[in-house]
Protein backbone atom coordinates (compact mmCIF):
# COMPACT_ATOMS: atom_id res chain seq x y z
CA UNK A 1 0.00 0.00 0.00
CA UNK A 2 1.51 3.38 -1.14
CA UNK A 3 1.77 5.72 2.24
CA UNK A 4 -0.41 8.85 2.40
CA UNK A 5 1.63 12.09 2.09
CA UNK A 6 3.66 12.86 5.10
CA UNK A 7 1.39 15.15 7.27
CA UNK A 8 3.84 17.99 9.57
CA UNK A 9 4.87 15.48 12.17
CA UNK A 10 5.52 18.65 14.88
CA UNK A 11 1.75 18.61 14.80
CA UNK A 12 0.32 17.75 18.33
CA UNK A 13 -3.08 16.95 16.26
CA UNK A 14 -1.45 14.23 14.17
CA UNK A 15 0.84 12.93 16.98
CA UNK A 16 -2.74 12.21 19.15
CA UNK A 17 -4.57 10.72 16.17
CA UNK A 18 -1.50 8.63 15.47
CA UNK A 19 -1.58 7.47 18.83
CA UNK A 20 -5.58 6.61 18.69
CA UNK A 21 -4.91 4.78 15.15
CA UNK A 22 -2.26 2.52 16.48
CA UNK A 23 -4.67 2.12 19.61
CA UNK A 24 -7.13 0.95 17.39
CA UNK A 25 -4.98 -1.95 15.97
CA UNK A 26 -5.47 -3.68 19.63
CA UNK A 27 -8.75 -2.23 20.15
CA UNK A 28 -11.20 -5.16 20.60
CA UNK A 29 -9.15 -7.60 19.82
CA UNK A 30 -6.88 -7.48 22.39
CA UNK A 31 -8.27 -8.43 26.12
CA UNK A 32 -8.74 -11.89 27.09
CA UNK A 33 -11.95 -11.58 29.05
CA UNK A 34 -10.32 -14.84 31.22
CA UNK A 35 -7.20 -12.52 31.96
CA UNK A 36 -5.02 -10.27 30.69
CA UNK A 37 -4.26 -9.62 26.90
CA UNK A 38 -3.32 -11.37 23.64
CA UNK A 39 0.55 -10.53 22.83
CA UNK A 40 1.03 -12.55 19.51
CA UNK A 41 -0.58 -10.34 16.27
CA UNK A 42 -0.49 -11.01 12.72
CA UNK A 43 -0.21 -8.00 10.33
CA UNK A 44 -3.52 -8.05 9.49
CA UNK A 45 -4.52 -8.86 13.33
CA UNK A 46 -5.29 -12.28 13.81
CA UNK A 47 -3.95 -13.72 17.39
CA UNK A 48 -1.41 -16.52 16.08
CA UNK A 49 -0.95 -17.36 19.73
CA UNK A 50 -3.03 -17.03 21.90
CA UNK A 51 -1.63 -18.77 25.71
CA UNK A 52 1.91 -17.52 25.91
CA UNK A 53 1.97 -14.45 27.61
CA UNK A 54 5.06 -12.60 28.29
CA UNK A 55 5.81 -10.48 31.45
CA UNK A 56 7.39 -7.81 29.41
CA UNK A 57 4.09 -7.55 26.87
CA UNK A 58 1.83 -7.99 30.20
CA UNK A 59 3.26 -5.53 31.82
CA UNK A 60 3.82 -2.63 28.92
CA UNK A 61 -0.22 -3.30 28.11
CA UNK A 62 -0.48 -1.87 31.58
CA UNK A 63 1.69 1.44 30.14
CA UNK A 64 -0.29 1.36 26.56
CA UNK A 65 -3.88 1.41 28.86
CA UNK A 66 -2.77 3.72 31.31
CA UNK A 67 -1.10 6.32 29.04
CA UNK A 68 -4.24 6.52 26.78
CA UNK A 69 -6.78 6.67 29.73
CA UNK A 70 -4.71 9.56 30.72
CA UNK A 71 -4.69 11.25 27.24
CA UNK A 72 -8.07 10.26 25.73
CA UNK A 73 -9.41 9.73 29.02
CA UNK A 74 -13.02 11.46 28.45
CA UNK A 75 -13.74 9.80 24.68
CA UNK A 76 -12.52 6.25 26.28
CA UNK A 77 -13.29 5.87 29.57
CA UNK A 78 -12.94 2.29 29.21
CA UNK A 79 -8.99 2.22 29.03
CA UNK A 80 -9.31 2.81 32.83
CA UNK A 81 -10.97 -0.55 33.66
CA UNK A 82 -8.56 -2.72 30.64
CA UNK A 83 -5.64 -0.88 32.86
CA UNK A 84 -6.90 -2.40 35.77
CA UNK A 85 -7.47 -5.73 34.08
CA UNK A 86 -3.60 -5.67 32.49
CA UNK A 87 -2.41 -4.94 36.11
CA UNK A 88 -4.37 -7.91 37.74
CA UNK A 89 -3.14 -10.20 35.15
CA UNK A 90 0.61 -9.13 36.28
CA UNK A 91 -0.34 -9.36 40.30
CA UNK A 92 -1.95 -12.64 39.82
CA UNK A 93 -0.63 -14.52 37.36
CA UNK A 94 2.64 -13.58 37.08
CA UNK A 95 3.59 -12.37 40.56
CA UNK A 96 5.06 -16.19 42.13
CA UNK A 97 5.20 -17.24 45.80
CA UNK A 98 8.91 -16.48 45.93
CA UNK A 99 8.04 -12.64 45.40
CA UNK A 100 9.44 -13.03 42.04
CA UNK A 101 7.47 -12.57 38.48
CA UNK A 102 7.58 -15.51 36.20
CA UNK A 103 8.73 -14.09 32.65
CA UNK A 104 7.07 -16.34 30.70
CA UNK A 105 3.34 -18.06 30.90
CA UNK A 106 1.26 -20.66 29.35
CA UNK A 107 -2.15 -19.17 30.07
CA UNK A 108 -5.22 -21.54 29.46
CA UNK A 109 -8.79 -21.51 30.44
CA UNK A 110 -8.03 -19.26 33.33
CA UNK A 111 -4.99 -20.45 34.38
CA UNK A 112 -1.22 -20.20 34.29
CA UNK A 113 1.55 -22.48 34.25
CA UNK A 114 4.87 -20.92 34.49
CA UNK A 115 7.14 -21.79 31.54
CA UNK A 116 9.93 -19.63 32.29
CA UNK A 117 10.44 -18.74 35.88
CA UNK A 118 13.69 -16.74 35.79
CA UNK A 119 13.55 -13.36 37.65
CA UNK A 120 14.89 -11.00 34.72
CA UNK A 121 15.31 -7.31 36.92
CA UNK A 122 14.59 -5.90 33.04
CA UNK A 123 11.10 -7.64 33.85
CA UNK A 124 10.77 -6.11 37.12
CA UNK A 125 11.51 -2.38 35.75
CA UNK A 126 8.65 -3.24 33.57
CA UNK A 127 6.74 -4.02 36.91
CA UNK A 128 7.73 -0.72 38.56
CA UNK A 129 6.58 1.23 35.85
CA UNK A 130 3.66 -0.52 35.05
CA UNK A 131 1.97 0.28 38.96
CA UNK A 132 3.30 3.64 38.50
CA UNK A 133 1.56 4.33 35.46
CA UNK A 134 -1.30 2.47 36.99
CA UNK A 135 -1.18 4.82 39.60
CA UNK A 136 -0.65 7.88 38.06
CA UNK A 137 -4.45 6.72 35.88
CA UNK A 138 -6.45 6.33 39.11
CA UNK A 139 -6.16 2.88 40.22
CA UNK A 140 -5.21 3.40 43.75
CA UNK A 141 -4.54 -0.04 44.19
CA UNK A 142 -1.29 0.01 42.44
CA UNK A 143 0.60 1.65 45.04
CA UNK A 144 0.68 -1.47 47.34
CA UNK A 145 2.51 -3.11 44.31
CA UNK A 146 5.04 -0.41 43.74
CA UNK A 147 6.58 -0.50 46.90
CA UNK A 148 6.74 -4.15 46.92
CA UNK A 149 8.45 -4.11 43.88
CA UNK A 150 10.76 -1.24 45.20
CA UNK A 151 11.77 -3.45 47.77
CA UNK A 152 12.13 -6.64 45.25
CA UNK A 153 13.88 -4.53 43.38
CA UNK A 154 16.41 -3.47 46.15
CA UNK A 155 16.84 -6.97 47.93
CA UNK A 156 17.66 -9.09 45.16
CA UNK A 157 19.29 -7.20 42.77
CA UNK A 158 21.04 -3.84 43.36
CA UNK A 159 24.29 -3.79 44.21
CA UNK A 160 25.12 -0.30 45.89
CA UNK A 161 28.89 -0.30 45.48
CA UNK A 162 28.47 -0.11 41.52
CA UNK A 163 25.38 2.25 41.42
CA UNK A 164 23.98 -0.60 39.49
CA UNK A 165 21.04 -3.56 39.35
CA UNK A 166 22.15 -7.04 38.42
CA UNK A 167 20.49 -8.55 36.31
CA UNK A 168 18.90 -12.10 36.54
CA UNK A 169 18.44 -14.69 39.19
CA UNK A 170 17.23 -18.21 39.04
CA UNK A 171 13.57 -18.99 40.40
CA UNK A 172 15.33 -19.63 43.70
CA UNK A 173 17.13 -16.04 43.68
CA UNK A 174 20.51 -17.27 43.07
CA UNK A 175 22.37 -14.33 40.90
CA UNK A 176 23.44 -15.00 37.20
CA UNK A 177 26.77 -14.04 36.32
CA UNK A 178 25.65 -11.51 33.61
CA UNK A 179 25.43 -7.93 34.19
CA UNK A 180 23.85 -5.55 31.38
CA UNK A 181 23.08 -2.05 31.34
CA UNK A 182 19.69 -2.68 29.69
CA UNK A 183 17.88 -3.55 33.07
CA UNK A 184 19.30 -0.77 34.01
CA UNK A 185 18.00 1.79 31.33
CA UNK A 186 14.65 0.72 32.27
CA UNK A 187 14.92 0.32 35.96
CA UNK A 188 16.10 4.62 34.96
CA UNK A 189 12.85 4.96 33.73
CA UNK A 190 10.95 3.45 35.71
CA UNK A 191 12.32 5.19 38.50
CA UNK A 192 10.92 8.67 37.38
CA UNK A 193 7.61 7.16 36.70
CA UNK A 194 7.62 6.03 40.29
CA UNK A 195 8.55 9.25 41.35
CA UNK A 196 5.97 11.32 39.11
CA UNK A 197 3.69 8.89 40.80
CA UNK A 198 4.59 9.27 44.39
CA UNK A 199 6.86 12.36 44.76
CA UNK A 200 9.07 10.16 47.02
CA UNK A 201 12.59 11.35 46.40
CA UNK A 202 13.79 7.99 46.83
CA UNK A 203 12.73 7.02 43.13
CA UNK A 204 14.37 10.02 41.91
CA UNK A 205 17.73 9.58 43.38
CA UNK A 206 18.14 6.57 41.87
CA UNK A 207 17.53 6.91 38.71
CA UNK A 208 19.94 9.96 38.91
CA UNK A 209 22.52 7.14 40.25
CA UNK A 210 21.27 4.80 37.53
CA UNK A 211 22.08 7.33 34.92
CA UNK A 212 25.41 8.28 36.65
CA UNK A 213 26.32 4.84 36.32
CA UNK A 214 25.55 4.07 33.49
CA UNK A 215 26.11 6.79 30.64
CA UNK A 216 29.23 8.11 32.75
CA UNK A 217 31.25 5.12 34.45
CA UNK A 218 29.96 2.33 32.19
CA UNK A 219 29.99 4.31 29.41
CA UNK A 220 34.01 5.61 29.88
CA UNK A 221 34.75 1.50 30.17
CA UNK A 222 33.88 1.22 26.28
CA UNK A 223 37.56 2.40 25.76
CA UNK A 224 38.54 -1.33 27.23
CA UNK A 225 37.25 -2.72 24.11
CA UNK A 226 39.13 -4.30 21.15
CA UNK A 227 39.70 -1.95 17.94
CA UNK A 228 37.49 0.22 19.21
CA UNK A 229 36.96 3.20 16.49
CA UNK A 230 37.29 6.84 17.97
CA UNK A 231 33.37 7.33 16.91
CA UNK A 232 32.63 5.19 19.50
CA UNK A 233 34.31 6.11 22.65
CA UNK A 234 32.35 7.10 25.50
CA UNK A 235 28.89 5.26 24.00
CA UNK A 236 27.37 2.68 26.17
CA UNK A 237 27.75 -0.81 25.61
CA UNK A 238 25.77 -3.44 26.83
CA UNK A 239 27.31 -6.45 28.22
CA UNK A 240 29.83 -6.88 31.69
CA UNK A 241 31.24 -9.23 34.02
CA UNK A 242 30.15 -9.55 37.06
CA UNK A 243 32.68 -6.87 38.24
CA UNK A 244 31.46 -4.99 35.41
CA UNK A 245 33.99 -4.62 33.48
CA UNK A 246 33.43 -4.95 29.69
CA UNK A 247 32.52 -8.52 28.47
CA UNK A 248 33.15 -8.07 24.57
CA UNK A 249 32.12 -11.46 23.18
CA UNK A 250 29.06 -11.99 24.84
CA UNK A 251 26.50 -13.10 21.96
CA UNK A 252 28.91 -11.63 19.11
CA UNK A 253 27.49 -14.71 16.58
CA UNK A 254 23.88 -14.78 18.47
CA UNK A 255 21.43 -11.99 16.25
CA UNK A 256 18.53 -13.82 17.74
CA UNK A 257 18.71 -12.41 21.26
CA UNK A 258 16.20 -9.50 21.25
CA UNK A 259 16.91 -8.48 24.67
CA UNK A 260 20.86 -8.80 24.68
CA UNK A 261 22.04 -7.99 21.40
CA UNK A 262 25.96 -7.65 20.01
CA UNK A 263 27.39 -4.73 19.32
CA UNK A 264 26.60 -0.70 20.29
CA UNK A 265 22.78 -0.94 20.17
CA UNK A 266 22.27 2.38 18.03
CA UNK A 267 18.70 2.60 20.07
CA UNK A 268 20.11 2.45 23.32
CA UNK A 269 22.05 5.76 22.46
CA UNK A 270 19.40 8.02 21.85
CA UNK A 271 16.49 5.64 24.20
CA UNK A 272 19.79 7.00 26.60
CA UNK A 273 19.78 10.70 25.49
CA UNK A 274 15.60 10.71 25.94
CA UNK A 275 15.94 9.43 29.15
CA UNK A 276 18.86 11.57 30.25
CA UNK A 277 16.41 15.05 28.91
CA UNK A 278 13.67 13.72 30.81
CA UNK A 279 15.14 13.57 33.76
CA UNK A 280 17.04 17.05 33.59
CA UNK A 281 13.47 18.17 33.94
CA UNK A 282 12.99 16.92 37.15
CA UNK A 283 16.52 16.46 38.73
CA UNK A 284 18.46 19.22 36.69
CA UNK A 285 22.20 18.85 35.72
CA UNK A 286 24.44 21.11 33.74
CA UNK A 287 25.72 16.68 32.74
CA UNK A 288 23.10 15.85 31.10
CA UNK A 289 22.39 17.74 27.68
CA UNK A 290 25.84 17.52 26.54
CA UNK A 291 25.77 13.92 26.87
CA UNK A 292 22.74 13.61 25.84
CA UNK A 293 23.89 15.33 22.29
CA UNK A 294 26.94 13.04 22.62
CA UNK A 295 25.35 9.60 22.55
CA UNK A 296 22.79 11.07 20.42
CA UNK A 297 25.31 12.93 17.43
CA UNK A 298 27.26 9.59 17.51
CA UNK A 299 24.08 7.26 16.94
CA UNK A 300 23.33 9.47 13.74
CA UNK A 301 26.80 8.94 12.64
CA UNK A 302 27.06 5.36 13.35
CA UNK A 303 24.12 4.36 12.62
CA UNK A 304 22.09 6.59 9.97
CA UNK A 305 21.63 4.60 6.79
CA UNK A 306 22.36 6.93 4.22
CA UNK A 307 21.29 4.43 1.12
CA UNK A 308 18.02 3.64 2.47
CA UNK A 309 17.45 5.32 5.50
CA UNK A 310 16.55 4.72 9.16
CA UNK A 311 18.71 3.18 11.55
CA UNK A 312 20.45 0.40 12.07
CA UNK A 313 20.35 -2.23 14.91
CA UNK A 314 23.79 -2.36 15.92
CA UNK A 315 27.30 -1.12 15.45
CA UNK A 316 30.94 -2.88 16.20
CA UNK A 317 33.16 -1.30 18.23
CA UNK A 318 35.24 -0.71 15.21
CA UNK A 319 32.39 1.77 13.85
CA UNK A 320 31.22 -0.69 11.52
CA UNK A 321 27.46 -1.75 11.08
CA UNK A 322 27.23 -5.66 12.75
CA UNK A 323 23.19 -6.04 12.03
CA UNK A 324 21.77 -3.55 9.24
CA UNK A 325 18.13 -4.51 10.00
CA UNK A 326 15.82 -1.79 10.59
CA UNK A 327 13.82 -2.08 14.47
CA UNK A 328 10.75 -0.22 14.96
CA UNK A 329 11.50 0.68 18.05
CA UNK A 330 15.08 2.28 17.05
CA UNK A 331 13.16 4.76 15.05
CA UNK A 332 10.41 5.64 17.68
CA UNK A 333 13.11 6.36 20.38
CA UNK A 334 15.01 8.11 18.33
CA UNK A 335 12.52 10.69 17.16
CA UNK A 336 11.32 11.34 20.52
CA UNK A 337 15.22 12.27 21.70
CA UNK A 338 15.24 14.42 18.31
CA UNK A 339 12.76 16.52 19.71
CA UNK A 340 13.06 16.49 23.03
CA UNK A 341 16.95 17.88 22.12
CA UNK A 342 15.85 20.77 20.16
CA UNK A 343 13.13 21.54 22.61
CA UNK A 344 15.79 21.71 25.41
CA UNK A 345 18.17 23.76 22.97
CA UNK A 346 15.16 26.26 22.11
CA UNK A 347 14.61 26.97 26.16
CA UNK A 348 17.91 28.27 25.87
CA UNK A 349 17.03 30.96 23.44
CA UNK A 350 20.90 31.67 22.52
CA UNK A 351 21.44 31.75 18.69
CA UNK A 352 23.92 29.21 18.84
CA UNK A 353 21.29 26.69 20.92
CA UNK A 354 18.26 27.86 17.92
CA UNK A 355 20.84 26.94 15.36
CA UNK A 356 21.30 23.18 17.04
CA UNK A 357 17.74 23.01 18.00
CA UNK A 358 17.01 23.14 14.34
CA UNK A 359 19.28 20.63 13.17
CA UNK A 360 17.54 18.09 15.83
CA UNK A 361 14.15 19.46 14.32
CA UNK A 362 15.58 18.00 10.71
CA UNK A 363 16.50 14.78 12.28
CA UNK A 364 13.02 14.41 13.72
CA UNK A 365 11.69 14.90 10.44
CA UNK A 366 13.75 12.86 8.51
CA UNK A 367 13.34 9.64 11.17
CA UNK A 368 9.50 10.10 11.50
CA UNK A 369 9.20 10.43 7.03
CA UNK A 370 11.16 6.97 7.36
CA UNK A 371 9.03 5.60 9.52
CA UNK A 372 5.94 6.99 8.15
CA UNK A 373 6.77 5.57 4.75
CA UNK A 374 8.22 2.01 6.00
CA UNK A 375 7.06 0.97 9.62
CA UNK A 376 3.62 2.39 9.65
CA UNK A 377 1.10 0.26 8.62
CA UNK A 378 -1.59 2.37 6.86
CA UNK A 379 -3.41 -0.25 5.99
CA UNK A 380 -4.30 -2.18 9.30
CA UNK A 381 -2.45 0.34 11.82
CA UNK A 382 0.51 0.28 14.21
CA UNK A 383 3.86 -0.31 13.32
CA UNK A 384 5.71 -3.38 11.67
CA UNK A 385 8.24 -5.02 13.70
CA UNK A 386 11.42 -5.55 11.89
CA UNK A 387 12.24 -4.71 8.12
CA UNK A 388 15.28 -5.44 6.42
CA UNK A 389 18.31 -3.21 5.20
CA UNK A 390 16.72 -2.27 2.54
CA UNK A 391 13.28 -1.89 4.36
CA UNK A 392 11.86 -4.75 3.17
CA UNK A 393 9.46 -6.51 5.47
CA UNK A 394 10.73 -10.03 7.17
CA UNK A 395 7.88 -11.29 8.39
CA UNK A 396 3.98 -10.97 9.05
CA UNK A 397 4.50 -11.16 12.51
CA UNK A 398 3.40 -7.89 13.82
CA UNK A 399 3.77 -7.75 17.20
CA UNK A 400 4.97 -10.34 18.72
CA UNK A 401 6.03 -10.46 22.49
CA UNK A 402 7.43 -7.67 24.10
CA UNK A 403 6.18 -5.41 21.24
CA UNK A 404 2.57 -3.64 22.09
CA UNK A 405 3.78 -0.52 20.18
CA UNK A 406 4.78 0.59 23.69
CA UNK A 407 7.64 2.39 22.25
CA UNK A 408 5.93 3.43 18.73
CA UNK A 409 3.29 4.94 20.91
CA UNK A 410 5.38 6.23 23.88
CA UNK A 411 7.49 8.21 21.53
CA UNK A 412 4.31 10.33 21.05
CA UNK A 413 3.52 10.96 24.10
CA UNK A 414 7.14 11.98 24.66
CA UNK A 415 6.82 14.82 22.12
CA UNK A 416 4.01 15.78 22.95
CA UNK A 417 5.36 16.19 26.14
CA UNK A 418 7.98 18.44 24.83
CA UNK A 419 6.06 20.28 22.24
CA UNK A 420 3.81 21.20 25.40
CA UNK A 421 7.08 22.24 27.78
CA UNK A 422 6.39 19.72 30.55
CA UNK A 423 7.50 16.91 31.87
CA UNK A 424 5.32 13.45 30.92
Known amino acids: MTPPPPPDFRDPAFLRRHVLETMAFYEGRCVDPSGGFYQFFKDDG ?16 VFTQAMGWRTFGAAQPQWQASTRHALAFVQQAH ?25 HCYGLAFVLLAHAHALMAGVAEAATGLEACWQLMERRFWQPAAGLHA ?19 HACEAMMA ?33 ALAPACAGLVWEHFHPDWSVDPDYNRHDRTNIFRPWGFQVGHQTEWAKLLLQLDRLA ?9 QRLFDAAMALGWDGAHGGLVYGVAPDGTVCDGDKYHWVQAESLAAAALLARALERRGDGASLAQAA ?14 AHFV ?23 PAGKVDYHDMGACYDVLAALADRDR
Open 46 to 61: SVYDARTRHLVSSTRY
Open 95 to 119: AQPNGGYAWMLDWHAGRATVTDATN
Open 167 to 185: DEADADWQLAPYRGQNANM
Open 194 to 226: AFRATADRKYLARAVTLAHAVTGTLASRSAALP
Open 284 to 292: PDPAWLPRA
Open 359 to 372: AYWGWYDRLWGHAW
Open 377 to 399: DHEYGAWYRILGADNRKLTDEKS
